[in-house]
């Protein structure tokens, strides 16, 4: 029939790698360590430690947790250690820092343990609009992963794209 449409992106041998698809369940929680601070500032070992192990850590079980600390205090390096050991044996994954960096380290763990071979010799896309929050930081691990193996790389939709790499 002449005149047939053909949709050539559905025949090409273009993949598409979706970060979303890869998005890990689990919640996303922060726990601020200033709670534990005498006057905002303090921190007092003995106590310190009394008041962790009297803490319900259960809210943070099978979670995602980013630790930090929201006043300006000086804290010794042992004490978001000491807060991360409590959660390691309930958390999925613990970091210091922000939400954007949890995020950051939760990609970085799954695009390390991305095997490549089946984007080997490949025209690759990253797809761009994504609902959840993906860092930036994910975006640039996984064109770090990907680029040796592939034959090329594209940011975008596969009728609007931006060419990253070419073999």
Known sequence: MAGEIV???AKS???TFDLEEHY???ERKTLDLSQWL???FILREKEFRSALKAFDFSPYKDAYVALYCSTEALLPAWAHLLVSSHL???AKKVVWGTLV???SAI???LIEALDPTPYQGKPVIIKGCADKNIP???YVALVEKLQPHVKSLMYGEACSSVPLYKK
């Open 107 to 109: 990609f970085q763990s």
């Open 7 to 9: 949709n050539r992106v």
């Open 101 to 103: 960096d949890l995020e």
């Open 88 to 90: 390691h044996q309930i």
């Open 24 to 26: 890990p369940a689990g």
């Open 13 to 15: 041998p273009l993949i």
């Open 136 to 138: 930036a930081t994910a």
């Open 38 to 40: 005498e006057q905002g």
